[in-house]
């Protein structure tokens, strides 16, 4: 930590002026997202089009901006997502109906199964073949699930995890493998709807241009706007945003004690924001005892982690060290293309097997969070189902509790750069595939492989 007589009026001047130009660009993203049509078809998210602007403006193209203020948002960017996890456990969890939990199972599976796939193959990918012929890090395997299944935001964050193990390069080519995953994911998606509605495999849609519409409402002025955050406290007593601050300030700071406890006592490391998600767990269950329960906002928790998660995405994108993804050209396009074809076996046989209604439209919407993010699986899931009938939207969202805070950002993908560093890649990726195996037993056990393939649409 910096000594507090090192942080002078210049420091925190700064600071703030980074934060502002962050901010800039966060506005023009928004700006231009909202004005370019083929962004708003495809759904292209405005911290992207910033991080990317502001890249642009770099030291490694322009120079407009200078290294000291990417390195500044480089570091923001690894304890912003401390931010998007303290919360993820706070306030009422909704549990699933009894009615889907079948289909919830097959997407729980599908999901476990589809995150180990994307860390044992990249992994013994590298053990026979990459490292031995590029001599690229152990380390550089675990950059497929942190930016296919991860995303932008934890792709962004897990730079401190990699800058405390020594693997400076991981960050900016995690990001990289991001981008890669998020288009594969939008126009493979599109290529996989299109194929599913000519063999008929898509049924509550009769024909798809490939295109998504730009005439969806996105800016809403005042009085047309959504409920949003809900003010559970008087302004009179504290102001109500504070007060879910003050809660998430204290899941930080457990979180923060669970860290470095866990470091001294086993000497191992776990990364800051899953600590802290376990410090919010502890925050909620202090909280609802006291009586103070009813009064967590769930949309404001959400704003806090949308606004720490955007924030992210631009400084992390923004800050990429160009010639790293340069130096790793050949072994990234073969690690990426070999992932890419394992994904749509899991598409076209792995979740044709594990759901008993909607098959298509329950995988898809795996397919492009797994590839991106949850915004892409939704985007290719209102392509297919315009108006969600399938029962996708109940099923994905009745899986959430139970895979979040594990994969694609959660516990495992924390742990996993310092698993292969504490007992090899080899032993981790055989690992990740017992643990493929694992789950294709459990799929059998469970019954969720051989059900019938039926639909089932949902009454108006």
């Known amino acids: 930590m910096i000594p507090i007589n090192e942080f002078s009026g210049v420091h925190l001047d700064s600071i703030f002026i980074y934060l502002s ?18 962004l708003k078809r495809w759904h292209i998210p405005a911290s992207l089009i910033a991080g990317l602007i502001g890249l642009i403006l770099g030291p490694y193209f322009i120079g407009i901006i200078p290294k000291e203020m990417t390195s500044f948002w480089s570091a923001l960017s690894g304890r912003l997502i401390v931010l998007v996890f303290a919360p993820m456990m706070m306030g009422k969890v909704t549990k699933p109906e009894k ?17 180990f796939l994307q860390y044992a193959v990249p992994i013994l990918l590298s053990v026979f073949f990459l490292t031995p012929i590029f001599n690229v890090s152990p ?4 950059i497929v699930e942190q930016g296919w299944a991860g995303g932008h935001g934890t792709a962004g964050g897990m730079g401190q995890v990699f800058e405390d193990l020594g693997y400076i390069d991981g960050a900016s080519l995690s990001l990289t493998s991001a ?17 599913a509605v000519r063999k008929g495999e898509a049924k509550l849609i009769s024909n798809y241009s490939g295109t998504f519409s730009e005439n969806e409402r ?5 009085n047309e706007a959504p409920v949003g955050m809900k003010n559970t406290v008087s302004s009179s007593v504290v102001d109500s945003l504070a ?28 990364a800051w924001f899953v600590t802290s998600l376990f410090g919010g767990i502890i925050v909620n269950f202090i909280v609802h005892k006291l009586g103070f329960g009813d009064y967590i906002d769930k949309n404001t928790l959400s704003r806090i982690q949308g606004t720490s998660m955007d924030f992210l995405v631009v400084g992390a994108i923004a800050s990429v060290n160009v010639p790293v993804v340069v130096e790793y050209a050949i072994p990234l396009t073969i690690q990426q293309v070999t992932m ?10 792995i979740g044709r097997k594990s759901f008993a209604h909607n098959w298509f439209e329950n995988t898809i919407v795996l ?19 315009p108006e969600l009938k399938s029962g996708a939207t109940e099923v994905y969202a009745g899986r959430a509790p139970f895979t979040s805070p594990f994969i694609g950002g959660g516990l495992l993908t924390s742990i996993t750069p310092g698993l292969i560093i504490k007992f090899g890649a080899l032993k981790i990726g055989l690992a990740y595939l017992s643990g493929i195996i694992f789950c294709m037993i459990l799929c059998k056990v469970t019954g969720v492989w051989g059900r019938p393939h039926t639909y089932s649409i949902k009454e108006e």
């Open 21 to 38: 130009i962050l901010g800039i660009l966060l506005l023009v993203g928004t700006i231009i997202r909202s004005k370019i049509v083929s």
């Open 340 to 349: 890419a074809l394992f994904m749509l076996f899991w598409v076209g046989y």
């Open 243 to 270: 007060f879910h601050f003050s809660m998430l300030g204290l899941a930080v700071l457990i979180g923060w004690i669970l860290n470095k406890l866990i470091k001294s006592l086993i000497n191992f490391s776990v």
């Open 99 to 115: 009615g889907i939990m079948k289909d919830v199972t097959g997407s729980i599976l599908w999901s476990f199964s589809a995150s």
């Open 139 to 142: 380390l550089f395997a675990t």
């Open 367 to 385: 397919f492009g969070t797994f590839c991106g993010v949850a915004a892409t699986g939704l985007l290719l899931l209102r392509a297919c189902d």
């Open 218 to 222: 996105e800016l809403f002025s005042c």
């Open 179 to 195: 981008t890669i995953g998020l288009a594969f994911g939008i126009v493979m998606g599109t290529i996989l709807i299109n194929i």
